[in-house]
C-alpha cells in the first residue's frame, strides 16, 4: 500500500531540523565538519553538544567554544575573537553567513 503524499510530506518536514537554533545543535554532534572560509581557506570543524569545540587548519589547532543565536550562531576562538552565522542548510551541510556578508560553508 502506498503511503498518502501528506504523510511522506510530514515524515520529510520533522527529519528537517525547524530552526537556526536547531541548525547549531544539529552542527554540535562531536564530528568533523570541512568548513571553507570566505578567502577560500579550508578547516576542520568539531562542535561538542556541550559549546566547545576545536577548529583545525594544517598543523594548527585552536580551542573554540560556542553558543546558539536565534539564527544560528556564534563561535569564539582565541586569539580571533567571536563571529556570529546566520545558519541555512544546504544540500550537503550548511551555510554560515557573518555579519559582514562573508559565507562559511560547512560539509561533511
Known sequence: MRK????LALSLFTA???SANDLAQAMADGAVWQMQ??????AEITLQPDGTGRIRAGLMGVRATWVPTDD???LTTRPLGT???ALSQETNGFLGVAEDGGR?????
Do not use: H
Request: with cysteine.
Open 37 to 42: 572560509d570566505p578567502s577560500g581557506r579550508s
Open 104 to 108: 562559511f560553508t560547512f560539509v561533511r
Open 83 to 85: 563571529i556570529c552565522l
Open 4 to 7: 498518502p503524499l501528506s504523510v
Open 16 to 18: 528537517i531540523p525547524a
Open 72 to 74: 544560528g550562531m556564534c
